[in-house]
């Protein structure tokens, strides 16, 4: 049968790396079996059904969107583990850099406010670009806090917390606490910001492979590290790639990541070996005349993206598919990536809280056929067997890495 969480070592609150780092059987606990319950009878549940004896494999196709975040804070050492006893094949650390210039894993410069304690801390709160305003009659309650706002050695000072916070707020003890109704503060404890070096470190270990995403700067660039050092976009891109070429990491276990082109550009032209499996994170869908169906509403095109010798992109879930008639079929842009050469990976699966009523953001091109979370398994089989999907971005890899396990027969780790 399927095993259970170890729950002693998920429940630990590790802060150290010396803790986190042993190898962990494969447990995906009662998520699955719960999703597959909720599906309609047929085929594909019946297979699915049918793996919950199967002894599970870390898989390449299950990459772990910040570590677990629909239960853990977001890329802390046990979101990171709790992804890792999920059976991620693929670890991903979101990049930005600190005041004195050192790289540190969190999913925005500028988010700080939201997910840490910050606010919580009145000699650090005070260096925020925004410090704490609170809610009155006329506007929310109000914060900015920057990983640039702060050296290393005080954001190594910060507790992680959940995302959220809650915009009513007219104290900042009340702002922090804003996690979302269908998340969860049981595994929040008093854990520190990673480094980009640490999490390098924790999955070379685990020997998964790592996909950092060059954060796009939300502070002008050049950045002033000092009164001699300017911290330009192109050496932020370099510092990324040269962490793990200190730590002497194959190029082949690291998926680069950007959603801006010019970064993409400057990893070809000058880490070409880092390169190869650059992944573009498409944002091209934010245009307004973007239809994921009409090819000429692509700029730049799926041609133009080849030819600059780039191999797999990265758009959100809902680009990748569409309704036809009573079934999910894959989308125009699939079909095209595809036919150009490119090789496509989806974002984000369990980052949705109202599948009953469509789905929301990540489903907006079916929400007619998503009524349940049962159709989390259904969008999945759509992505991974007719789509063709290189992998599947997950915030619970445990869902990825039991498909992938039952339904697909491709290498494990």
């Known amino acids: ?158 507790c992680i917390k959940m995302d959220g916070y809650n915009s009513s707020a007219v104290t900042a003890e009340e702002f922090v606490k804003g996690t979302p109704s269908w998340r969860t503060d049981l595994f929040q404890t008093c854990e520190q910001i990673v480094t980009h070096k640490e999490s390098i470190k924790l999955f070379s270990e685990w020997d998964v492979d790592m996909v950092p995403e060059l954060k796009t700067p939300q502070v002008e660039m050049p950045f002033s590290l000092n009164k001699e050092t300017a911290f330009t976009q192109q050496r932020y891109a370099q510092k990324l790639v040269n962490e793990y070429k200190e730590a002497k990491i194959n190029p082949e276990k690291v998926w680069l990541q950007s959603f801006d082109l010019k970064d993409i550009r400057y990893w070809l032209k000058n880490e070409p070996e880092f390169a190869k499996q650059a992944v573009y994170l498409d944002g091209r869908y934010v245009d307004p005349q973007f239809d994921e169906n009409k090819p000429s509403t692509w700029q730049p095109s799926m041609k133009q993206l080849k030819e600059l010798g780039l191999h797999y992109i990265a758009p959100p879930l809902w680009v990748l598919m569409k309704e036809e008639g009573n079934e999910i079929v894959p989308s125009e842009y699939a079909i095209h990536a595809k036919q150009a050469g490119l090789k496509l990976i989806a974002w984000t699966l369990e980052r949705s809280n109202n599948m009953e009523q469509g789905g929301g953001w990540y489903y907006q091109t079916i929400q007619n056929k998503v009524n349940s979370q049962g159709d989390i398994f259904v969008v999945l089989d759509v992505l991974a067997r007719q789509v063709g999907v290189h992998a599947v971005f997950s915030d619970w890899p445990a869902t990825t890495t039991y498909y992938a396990n039952c339904m697909l027969n491709q290498h494990s780790l």
Do not use: W
């Not at 977001?74 to 930005?96: L, R």
């Not at 840490?116 to 925004?130: F, G, I, S």
């Open 1 to 158: 049968m399927i095993r259970l969480f170890p729950i002693i070592l998920l429940l630990s609150g590790c802060t150290s790396l010396s803790i986190m780092n042993q190898q962990t059987s494969i447990s995906v606990g009662p998520r699955p079996m719960f999703l597959i319950d909720q599906m309609e009878d047929g085929q594909l549940k019946t297979q699915l059904r049918g793996c919950q004896n199967k002894i599970l494999e870390h898989q390449a196709f299950s990459i772990a969107h910040r570590g677990a975040p629909l239960m853990f804070p977001e890329h802390g050492f046990s979101s990171y583990q709790a992804a890792h006893t999920m059976g991620a094949g693929k670890q991903e650390c979101d990049v930005t850099f600190t005041k004195d210039g050192e790289l540190v894993c969190r999913h925005s410069q500028c988010d700080l406010h939201q997910t840490t304690d910050v606010l919580l801390r009145p000699e650090l709160a005070k260096q925020c670009y925004q410090p704490f305003v609170p809610a009155n009659e006329s506007q929310p309650a109000q914060a900015n806090c920057c990983t640039s706002d702060f050296t290393l050695k005080q954001l190594k000072q910060l």
